[in-house]
């Protein structure tokens, strides 16, 4: 416990006042020696503390991971990267989809030599994040993170009415 309190302080330091750090799981097992012919033997136990941590600032990811595992971290995964308030890009997505939605709608019918009229029924097919999800393992000094890209998308469903 004494050796999570220390990575956690130092991560505090690091990432300062807005540090976005909590504990997402923890667990105690029993370890056992097991020898044929042999009742198990307790020999202890081991614990698991699991912390997300949340970095806002990209610059600091790489330093945040090698503060933890110089901390005592000995196990780094899940590292993720989205954007902090999704929302806005999610309505922006939508709104891309059902103008694409309306123009493929025209398209088919013009094809069939047709107009379309009003919208008779529209629906949100999704809009999501894809978050880019990366590995990342205990490493020297200075790891590079490279974020990559954050998809947005959404799909439309739409139906028009057909005009002559």
């Known amino acids: 416990a004494s050796q999570v309190e220390i990575m956690l302080a130092q991560l505090r330091t690091l990432l300062g006042a807005s540090a976005e750090l909590r504990t997402v799981s923890y667990s105690l097992t029993a370890v056992y020696r097991t020898s ?22 990209l610059s600091l990811v790489g330093r945040a991971i ?6 005592g971290a000995n196990n780094v995964s899940s590292l993720r990267f989205t954007v902090k308030d999704e929302h806005p890009l999610q309505t922006q997505a939508l709104t891309q989809a ?14 069939l030599n047709v107009r379309i009229g009003a919208v ?10 894809v978050p880019v999800d990366r590995s990342a393992a205990a490493a020297a000094p200075a790891t590079p993170v490279e974020p990559g890209m954050v998809q947005i998308r959404a799909s439309v469903s739409a139906e028009f009415e057909i005009l002559p």
Request: charged share 15%.
């Open 66 to 71: 090698d503060t933890a595992t110089q901390g």
């Open 120 to 129: 008779l029924s529209a629906g949100e097919g999704g809009a999501y994040v």
């Open 98 to 111: 059902a103008r694409r939605a309306r123009t493929q709608a025209e398209a088919i019918a013009a094809g």
């Open 36 to 57: 044929p012919g042999a009742a198990p033997v307790l020999t202890g136990y081991q614990a698991s503390n699991i912390v997300e941590v949340t970095v806002a600032d």
